[in-house]
C-alpha cells in the first residue's frame, strides 16, 4: 500500500497565480480530507469529501479556494488567485467510513506564494 | 462545534523519562479520540486511539487513558527515546468523520 499520495511535495508560485494541489487516497478509502498546517492556526480542515460528494466545505477560507473529487482515487485542491497569506502546508487524509478509524495522511504539499 | 484544547505546548525530557500530554474536549458526544505523530517534514502519523467504552489503551512505550466524566484524555509515553522527539496532536470526533484537533506538543527527548 503506497499510502496517500500528494503532489508536488513543494509548490512556489508568483502572488496571482493559480495553484494546483492533488491527492490520491488509499485504495478502497471513501473519505477524503483536505487540512492546512500553519505555525499560527495548527491543522485547519478545509473540506471533506464522502463518497466523492463534498460533505463539509466550513473551513475553506474564501472564494479563492476550490476542491473536487472528481472519482475515488483522486482529488485536488485549487486556489485562484494565491496570495502570500496562503503559504502553508497543505494535507490530503483519508479515511474508511465503515467504522470509527484515524486518518492516513499523505506527506503534504508545502506552498509558498511569494 | 467540538473544541479541544492541548497542553503543554512544548515539553523537554530526558532520554528515559515519561511524558505525559494532556487534552480536554468540549462536546459530550464525542467517541473517538486518536493520537497523532509528526515528525520533521512529513504528514501526521496515527500512533494510538481510544474510543469512548474504554477507559484504557496501551501499545509498548504508549498508553492514552480517557475519564469521559471529566472530558479529558492523555498520552503517556514511558522509557523515552531520541526517536520520540516530535511534535503530538491530539484529535476528537463523534464518529461522523470530521476530527478536531488539539494545537500540537513539541515533544523534546534529550540524550
Known amino acids: 500500500d503506497a499510502g496517500v499520495i500528494q503532489s508536488p511535495r513543494h509548490e512556489v508560485t508568483e502572488m496571482g497565480q493559480e495553484v494546483t494541489l492533488r491527492c490520491k487516497p488509499i485504495?478502497?478509502?471513501?473519505?477524503l480530507f483536505w487540512y492546512r498546517q500553519t505555525m499560527m492556526r495548527g491543522l485547519e480542515l478545509l473540506i471533506y469529501f464522502n463518497n466523492n460528494v463534498p460533505i463539509d466545505d466550513s473551513g475553506m477560507p474564501e472564494d479563492r479556494f476550490s476542491a473536487k473529487m472528481p472519482n475515488a482515487s483522486f482529488s485536488t485542491l485549487k486556489i485562484q488567485p494565491s496570495e502570500p497569506r496562503d503559504s502553508a502546508v497543505y494535507f490530503c487524509a483519508s479515511t474508511s467510513g465503515r467504522s470509527l478509524y484515524g486518518y492516513t495522511f499523505g506527506s503534504g504539499t508545502r506552498l509558498t506564494v511569494v | 462545534g467540538e473544541n479541544v484544547e492541548q497542553h503543554p505546548s512544548t515539553l523537554s525530557v530526558q532520554e528515559g523519562d515519561s511524558a505525559v500530554i494532556k487534552c480536554t474536549y468540549s462536546?459530550?458526544?464525542?467517541?473517538?479520540f486518536p493520537w497523532y505523530k509528526q515528525e520533521l517534514g512529513k504528514g501526521p502519523q496515527l500512533i494510538i486511539d481510544?474510543?469512548?467504552?474504554?477507559g484504557e489503551k496501551k501499545d509498548q512505550r504508549i498508553a492514552v487513558t480517557l475519564n469521559k466524566t471529566a472530558k479529558h484524555f492523555s498520552l503517556h509515553i514511558t522509557e523515552t527515546q531520541p526517536e520520540d522527539s516530535a511534535v503530538y496532536f491530539c484529535a476528537a470526533s463523534n464518529g461522523f468523520n470530521k476530527f478536531y484537533f488539539g494545537s500540537g506538543t513539541k515533544l523534546n527527548v534529550k540524550p
Open positions: 485504495s478502497g478509502h471513501n473519505s
Open positions: 462536546d459530550s458526544a464525542s467517541n473517538y
Open positions: 481510544i474510543r469512548s467504552n474504554v
